[in-house]
Each structure stands twice: as structure tokens, then as C-alpha cells.
């Protein structure tokens, strides 16, 4: 089974910090980024790697030097846009030449580097066969609580305890088919909206994505201490 990566990389991660965009902080060796794309390559079911930057995106040529200098040459890059689903629908048009509509695509957060081979397995063997997709995801553990929308300050009230048996965390890489993927942005677009993720785009025209459990560990970086945690996972996936 052939399928395509997309990785949307375009955006600022403010809550990162400053200094450099978080998918090119240094990890174990690496940068994030290096990780995130690392099982994908590892994969020869993957035809190509499409990672969507940023415009003012100075970091990626040294990646991509790297990338190449190790043999990696499946891997290419196109302009990103302004929201996650303008950049995953943009690296999907660079590849309207050589997918076909049925064929699968993934698309996997530059900033998730603790993926697990395994996981990624599972996800295709669970879904290739499926007619719609769904993606990796993993059950909610803490409690929740709700607060209102407006007006909560920054230490806002509890207005209710959420029930939480039946929700989850969407983690990433997303699998879906090009085709459906493609009308299912298009049709959001156009309609002014922009999805949280892939699944969320499907879901609005009434399929349902098919959530496959995964390691809770796939985490993403979003602030600079998340980088300690992602190190250590790495490093015991290593011992």
C-alpha cells in the first residue's frame, strides 16, 4: 500500500518562545522536525514527504541539506498559508500530479517527534482497507472541567465537571484518502471555515473518522519544557 506525507510547518508557535520556531529546536541530535519525518522515511510504503513552510522560513534548508546528504530524497517543500488546513491543502496540491484520488494520505504535526513506528503500523493496517480513514488518538485520563466562554479572567470558575468515558485526544498522523481529503478542505474553505484538523474537515460532511489508539507518548511540543519529556522518551525508546 502506497501513501503520501503531509506536514504542515508553517506556523509561528508563539507559545514556544522566542529565538527559533520549535520544530528546529534541538533534540537528541536532531531537530524536532528531523524526528517527526524520521518514521516516514524509515517507511518504504511512504512515496513522498511534503512538509508546507512557513514564507519567511530560513531554517529549513539546513534540514533539508541534511535530509539529502542521508539519502533521503523523497522529501520536498511548498509554501505553507496562513491556517493549518491552507497549508495541508497546498502541500496536497503539490502532489494532484501523482496521487490518485484513492490513494492514502498522512498527515503527521512537525511538532510531534516521539511517534512510534509501531503506531504508524498500526494505523495503516487498521485503516487500509477502511472507505473513509481516521487517525491516531489516545483516551482522555484527567478530569475536565468547563468554564465560561467570556468573562473568566485568568483564574476562571468551574461552571460544570465534564463527563469524559467517551472522549478523546486527537494526536497525529491523520490518514485519509486524497481525494475525499481534498473536497473535504475545498468545501470548508469555501464556506469560510478552516478545521482544527483533517478529521474535523471530513467530519463536517458527515463521515466518520475511525479513531485507532496510540501511544500517549506522541506528544507535541508546544512549549520549550516540553522538550525534556520528548528527550526522554526518545532516549528509553533507544535503551
Given at each position: 500500500?502506497?501513501?503520501?506525507?503531509?506536514?504542515?510547518?508553517?506556523?509561528?508557535?508563539?507559545?514556544?518562545?522566542?529565538?527559533?520556531?520549535?520544530?528546529?529546536?534541538?533534540?537528541?541530535?536532531?531537530?524536532?522536525?528531523?524526528?517527526?519525518?524520521?518514521?516516514?522515511?524509515?517507511?518504504?510504503?511512504?512515496?513522498?514527504l511534503?512538509?508546507?513552510l512557513?514564507?519567511?522560513?530560513?531554517?529549513?534548508?539546513?534540514?533539508?541539506?541534511?535530509?539529502?546528504?542521508?539519502?533521503?530524497?523523497?522529501?520536498?517543500?511548498?509554501?505553507?498559508?496562513?491556517?493549518?488546513?491552507?497549508?495541508?491543502?497546498?502541500?496536497?496540491?503539490?502532489?494532484?500530479?501523482?496521487?490518485?484520488?484513492?490513494?492514502?494520505?498522512?498527515?503527521?504535526?512537525?511538532?510531534?517527534?516521539?511517534?512510534?513506528?509501531?503506531?504508524?503500523?498500526?494505523?495503516?493496517?487498521?485503516?487500509g482497507?477502511?472507505?473513509?480513514?481516521?487517525l491516531?488518538?489516545?483516551?482522555?485520563?484527567?478530569?475536565?472541567?468547563?468554564?465560561?466562554?467570556?468573562?473568566?479572567?485568568?483564574?476562571?470558575?468551574?461552571?460544570?465537571?465534564?463527563?469524559r468515558?467517551?472522549?478523546?485526544?486527537?494526536?497525529?498522523?491523520?490518514?485519509?484518502?486524497?481525494?475525499?481529503?481534498?473536497?473535504?478542505?475545498?468545501?470548508?474553505?469555501?464556506?469560510?471555515?478552516?478545521?482544527?484538523?483533517?478529521?474535523?474537515?471530513?467530519?463536517?460532511?458527515?463521515?466518520?473518522?475511525?479513531?485507532?489508539?496510540?501511544?500517549?507518548?506522541?506528544?507535541?511540543?508546544?512549549?520549550?519544557?516540553?522538550?525534556?519529556?520528548?528527550?526522554?522518551?526518545?532516549?528509553?525508546?533507544?535503551?
Amino acid at each position: 500500500m502506497r501513501y503520501w506525507l503531509v506536514m504542515p510547518a508553517a506556523g509561528s508557535g508563539s507559545r514556544f518562545g522566542p529565538g527559533v520556531r520549535k520544530q528546529y529546536a534541538p533534540l537528541e541530535g536532531r531537530t524536532v522536525i528531523e524526528w517527526a519525518l524520521a518514521p516516514f522515511l524509515a517507511d518504504r510504503r511512504c512515496a513522498q514527504l511534503v512538509v508546507a513552510l512557513a514564507r519567511d522560513d530560513a531554517d529549513w534548508k539546513k534540514v533539508a541539506a541534511r535530509l539529502a546528504a542521508s539519502g533521503a530524497s523523497a522529501v520536498t517543500s511548498v509554501e505553507g498559508g496562513e491556517r493549518r488546513s491552507d497549508s495541508v491543502r497546498r502541500a496536497l496540491a503539490s502532489l494532484a500530479a501523482s496521487a490518485s484520488p484513492s490513494d492514502w494520505v498522512l498527515v503527521h504535526d512537525a511538532a510531534r517527534p516521539c511517534l512510534d513506528p509501531a503506531d504508524l503500523g498500526r494505523l495503516l493496517d487498521r485503516l487500509g482497507t477502511h472507505p473513509v480513514g481516521g487517525l491516531l488518538a489516545t483516551r482522555v485520563s484527567d478530569t475536565l472541567k468547563r468554564t465560561a466562554r467570556i468573562g473568566g479572567g485568568a483564574d476562571p470558575p468551574v461552571t460544570e465537571t465534564v463527563e469524559r468515558s467517551d472522549l478523546w485526544r486527537a494526536l497525529t498522523p491523520q490518514m485519509f484518502r486524497f481525494g475525499p481529503l481534498c473536497a473535504a478542505l475545498d468545501g470548508a474553505h469555501a464556506a469560510g471555515r478552516f478545521p482544527s484538523d483533517e478529521a474535523q474537515a471530513l467530519e463536517w460532511l458527515g463521515e466518520r473518522p475511525v479513531l485507532v489508539e496510540g501511544d500517549s507518548m506522541n506528544l507535541k511540543i508546544t512549549l520549550a519544557a516540553d522538550l525534556a519529556l520528548a528527550a526522554a522518551v526518545l532516549r528509553a525508546r533507544r535503551a
